[in-house]
Each structure stands twice: as C-alpha cells, then as structure tokens.
C-alpha cells in the first residue's frame, strides 16, 4: 500500500522545489533552512565590465546597495559581447522596502573603467594604472586658518597672511639712502654695496632663518623688517654710506712677490701683527714712514718682483675688481667621431692662470679709520704632465697622441680688515704659486712641461690716502688689459 506524504513532507518538498510552504492551519511552522552559497562566480574582464545599478539588490534597513557578484558577472558578460558561462543566471528577488522608506542611490567612483559605490565596497578595488591628477582645493581648505588655498596639488600654496608675523617682536624700518646712492654715477644699481656690507657684518644665515626677517633695497630706500636688536646692528653701517655721500677716496695699492720668505727678519722690528682667520694668511700694520722704508729694503733684492702699484679712486663701499689673467689651453682627452671615416678628436681645454683682486673699503664717519673687504683668487700651472695614448692607425699601424694633464696650484684670501687711516696695511699670502705672465708659451701652454714652475712670497701693501679732491673715481671696459699710467692693473667697477 503506498503511503501519502504528511503535511511535513510536503513543506520540505515544496522548499526543496523554490516554492513558498503553506502552512495548514494548527500546524507549527518550521524554520525554513539557510540558503545554499551560489555558485563560484568566473573572473570577469573588469576593463570591459558594466554594472547595471538598477540590478543591484537592496537589504532590508540599509541605505546602501550590497553588490551580488553573480548579477555583475551576467551583466558585465552581456554588455561586453563575451560568451556567456554554461550556468543558471540568478534572479534578484524584490525584498521589501526599508521602514525609513526607499534608500538612495550614493554617487560613485570612477576607477579605471570600473564603477564602485562610494559606500564600502565588499571587496577590493584594484589601483589605477597611473598616479591621479591634482585634486581641486577643498572648500574647507579654502577658509582654514584665514588663508587662501591657491593650489593645492604636490605641494599646498596658500596666499598667505593679511601681516607680517612679528612673534619676536619684528619691526619694519625703511631708511633713505639716496644721499649716497645719488652721488654714485659710474656704477649701475649703487646699492647692492650696502646689502653686501650689511650681509658681510650680519651673515647671511640670520635672514633665512625663524625670526622672519626682509632685507631689500631699491635705488633710493631700504627696507629691513628685523628685530629691533638686528636693526640698531645693521644702523651703524648705513649712517656711515650716507654720510660719505658717495665720496671718492684714494687708496695706494702695491702687489709685489719675494722669492725667499727671510725679509720678515729685517722687517720684524717695524710691523704689529694682527688676526687673521684665513689659513696661511699673514697680516700686519705698519706706520707710513716704516712702510716706506720696507719698500725701499725690498727693493733692492735680487728676488723681488713688482706685480702691480700705483693709487685707486674708488667711491666709498663700492667693491672693484683688478686682476691680470692669460687663458691657457692644453688637450684634456680624446673623443671618437663617427663621421664616416672615423676617427680621434682632441678635446681642448682652458684655464685662465693669474690673479683676481676685488676691494672695497669704507671710512668711518669721523676718517679716523677705514674698513676693507678684500677678496683675491690666484691660479697656476705648476706643472704639465704629458700622457701618451696609442690609438691605432691606418693599414694596423699605431699613432700615439699626447695628452695634457695640468697640476693646478691655487691660493685664495677673503677677510675683512680695519685699521687706522694714518697706518699701513701689509698681507702676505706665504710661499704660494705666483703665475708669470711673461713666460714665454709652446702651443698655448707654458713653455716647461715636465718642469715645475717656482713659488714665491706674496705681499700687498694698502695705504689710505684721503679724499680725492680733483679726480673722478677711476674707471675701465671690462676685461681690458691695459694698464693705467700710474702702473695699476686695470680696474673694473662692479656691475
């Protein structure tokens, strides 16, 4: 006799089949079972993948739309045109609306080729292919802090402050400094020698550095924005430009080299020594009788060589360059050119071997003493080293090329010096490289090669020697090699 199912078998055979379970009436209902995990889902091609919003189901009580990867696969194969997989396609069921009533669509990303929600997504989205553009300033960026964001890409750009920060109690001076500048006509931008000076006695650290501070100077003003401590720092040096008023002052300059260093015995007695912070560099101060008198003694040496001497007429705190150069060349390497035959290029270089001086002094208000910065480059080849590199020739042959491999030798001093005006200044270098430019020369280069050129002591001797009455300050082209009728080397204004 074949059995009929009971109302039980019944509900599990109508779920088992998708369909909904009846319960009769007086019959407990039971608990439907969990639903089955779906199928895996195969990997889609995301840079042909379009996903259909409107598919996506919604859970009960949500704001936010939870992605059924299944659904995307099918729609994404579809849209792209790519054979479907040989798998049922499931259908989204209509699940009831939120108690808080229809949720709302968030706006989405776009990601490379890909469309997510704003929303957390459920599984990783993969990284773009290139670094995105700049964003634009957020609207809470703009107003932070009362400052402006002008760009906001790498590096953040604000328009800044409506004042200056005075947290260490800052003060903005301005000074005229026309009564000096306007006295200067022979020089463009006559105000630069007040930075420098102001820079040489502050450093240049201070400005560049927390307190924020303004150094700037125009043709008739400048305008400093320190703290006062700075400001009565800096003061003294302005007082002085403005009361020299530009004047023209003479200063005597002798630059002379001993081979041998054995005259600071005879000349020990007459000279003070004072500080220097150059290496090697040597200073003294001497009266103008025992200057005179050291001269005369230096003279009449076997060893002594007069390089440059006669008087400068300089503006007060203008700088000025004098120096005599000769360009040297010689063949530093080779270098292969593929022209069609093929073959070694000499490659030449240069040196300019001599010297450099620049000088600028500035009196004090009374003309008691004067101030000097003086600055001097000196470079010589000592010696040149021959190289001989075989480069092969026409038919298997071998043609040997000689190099030139200079052995430079230089020396530099750049110090600030006071002392009084009725004194003599004298510097000595030490025994340093002293270039000769009257040696003869072989093919651009010094006539001994494989010899080493000979050193000597160098010493400048600096004498203040008043206002310049009847005289304007001395003037010459750039980059002439004249010398002027009282013997100085030319003498360039600085541009």
């Known amino acids: 006799m074949r059995s009929v199912p009971g109302p039980v078998a019944i509900c599990l055979m109508m779920i088992c089949a998708g369909l909904p379970c009846l319960a009769q009436p007086g019959m407990a209902q039971s608990t439907p079972p969990a639903e089955s995990a779906p199928p895996p889902v195969p990997p889609v091609d995301q840079e042909h993948s379009v996903v259909d919003q409107n598919t996506l189901p919604w859970q009960p009580g949500l704001g936010a739309p939870v992605r059924d990867p299944a659904a995307m696969q099918n729609n994404a194969a579809a849209a792209s045109g790519l054979p479907q997989p040989a798998m049922p396609i499931p259908v989204a ?9 229809p949720p709302t669509m968030p706006q989405s990303v776009v990601t490379q080729g890909a469309v997510q929600s704003a929303a957390a997504p459920p599984y ?15 609207a809470g960026l703009q107003n932070a802090g009362n400052q402006e964001v002008v760009d906001s890409g790498i590096t953040t750009v604000t328009r800044g402050l409506q004042q200056l920060p005075n947290d260490a109690g800052q ?42 501070g303004v150094l700037n100077a125009a043709r008739n003003e400048l305008h400093v924005y320190h703290t006062p401590e700075v400001q009565n720092r800096i003061k003294p040096i302005i007082d002085r430009f403005v009361s020299s008023r530009g004047q023209a002052r003479v200063l005597g300059m002798k630059l002379c080299t001993i ?55 300089v503006n007060d705190g203008q700088k000025y360059l004098l120096g005599r ?39 004090s208000i009374d003309g008691r003493s004067i101030e000097a910065i003086i600055g001097c480059d000196m470079n010589q080849i000592e ?21 030139q491999i200079p052995q430079l030798v230089s020396w530099n001093l750049h110090e600030r010096f006071r002392w009084p005006a009725d004194q003599v200044l004298v510097l000595s270098a030490g025994v340093v490289a002293t270039p000769d430019p009257q040696r003869q020369a072989l093919l651009g280069i010094p006539a001994l090669l494989n010899g080493t050129r000979h050193r000597a002591d160098a010493l400048m001797f600096i004498e203040y020697k008043g206002i310049a009455r009847n005289a ?24």
């Open 259 to 313: 081979a041998s260093p054995d005259w600071r015995s005879v000349a020990f007695p007459m000279m003070q020594p004072i500080q220097v912070n150059s290496p090697g560099v040597e200073a003294w101060l001497m009266s103008k009788e025992n200057a005179a008198v050291l001269s005369g003694i230096l003279r009449n040496r076997g060893d002594y060589q007069e390089r440059s001497n006669g008087d400068l007429i």
């Open 383 to 403: 010696r040149v080293q021959p190289v001989t590199i075989e480069l092969p020739g026409p038919a298997g042959s071998v043609q040997p090329v000689d190099l």
């Open 171 to 212: 003060v903005w001076r301005t000074y005229d400094i026309s009564p000096y500048t306007y006295m200067i006509q022979n020089t463009n931008n006559p105000e630069q020698a007040i930075v420098d000076w102001i820079l040489k006695e502050t450093g240049t650290e201070l400005w560049f550095t927390q307190p924020m």
């Open 472 to 495: 304007a300050p001395q003037a010459t082209v750039p980059g002439s090699t004249a010398a002027n009728p009282n013997g100085m080397m030319p003498i360039v204004p600085r541009r």
């Open 93 to 101: 069921r209509p699940l009831p609306a939120s108690p808080a009533g």
């Open 325 to 363: 150069t000769r360009p040297v060349s010689f063949v530093r390497s080779l270098a292969w050119v593929n022209d069609g035959v093929g073959q070694y290029r000499p490659i030449t270089d240069q040196i300019d071997e001599g010297y450099n001086l620049s000088l600028s002094a500035l009196t």
């Open 124 to 138: 990783p989205v993969q990284p773009a292919a290139m670094i995105a553009a700049p964003r634009a300033p957020d």
